[in-house]
């Protein structure tokens, strides 16, 4: 298997899925904040 082909490490195929799950991650954050009313720290209650 050459680097290409690797699912692990620095590739295109992870930085694209971390981009992804990255960008779901903030928009699922954004909108339970719209929702509760409340900031992400408020939730976990650490303010």
Do not use: C, P, Y
């Amino acid at each position: 298997m050459t680097q290409d082909q690797s699912k692990f490490g620095f590739t295109n195929f992870a930085e694209n899925w971390n981009g992804r799950l990255a960008m779901l991650g903030f928009v699922i954050g954004l909108a339970t904040e719209l929702l509760t009313g409340q900031g992400i720290l408020s939730q976990l209650g650490l303010m």
